[in-house]
């Protein structure tokens, strides 16, 4: 099985920490933010992963090499100009080769097992959702018997980890384009299978959120 970081974007949200610093670079509580994502799909025994690129793009080439220092082999799949969630993993589908794979965004750290996912999801696409955050009060989906649909009560937010088919892609052409976008399709054909996980899952996207994550792990080391 091969996975796919989502890496591409500047990261507007953070300011000035990213004026000169690719968002995955970022240090968090000791750690290259980025590098987060690369241990857990370590730890659940994928060996290749595919990094999308773009901003400050050889900066985190550099940093982080071919992924030999990870024990892991890392190919990078490098845009011109953003293309967004979905026409990044668009772009890198050569790359990702003809079986389920997981996707996973650079500015997530979650204590989430991901060998748990399906390595065969029922339909083109498994999304671990979380409970909604103060910052997405609105959340993204709604969760049923382990089907993804849209409502208006009861929603959760995507978790920003899955495991996708490529077939999901099936109707799309090049270009930038949102990964909710593709799901908005698939949805409506019930295409799309979920799992709530209520463990620990932190979305990394201010300076606050830096701030917040490093206090609760330093907590964490002293107990």
Partial sequence: ????????????????????????????????????????????????????????RDDIKKALGNGERYGINIIYSEEDEALE???????????LGSNPFVVVSCDIISDYDLKKLPLEPAGNAHLVMVDNQSFHPKGDFCLH?????????????????????????????????????????AIAKQQITGEHYQGQWYNIGTPLQITEYEVISDRNIRE
Avoid: W
């Fill in 85 to 95: 969630t979905g026409g990044g993993i668009f772009q890198a589908l050569p790359l």
């Fill in 145 to 185: 018997q382990g089907k993804i649909f849209y409502g208006d009560t009861d929603t959760l937010t995507f978790g920003n980890l899955g495991i996708i088919k490529p077939e999901l892609f099936a109707e799309c052409a090049s270009g930038q384009f949102r990964l909710a976008d593709v799901f908005k399709n």
């Fill in 1 to 56: 099985m091969r996975a796919m970081i989502l890496a591409a974007g500047r990261g507007e949200r953070m300011g000035e920490l990213t004026k000169l610093t690719p968002k995955p670079l970022l240090r968090v509580a000791g750690k290259y933010l980025i590098e987060y994502s690369i241990e857990a799909l370590k730890k659940a025994g994928i060996q290749n992963i595919v990094i999308n690129i773009c901003y400050r």
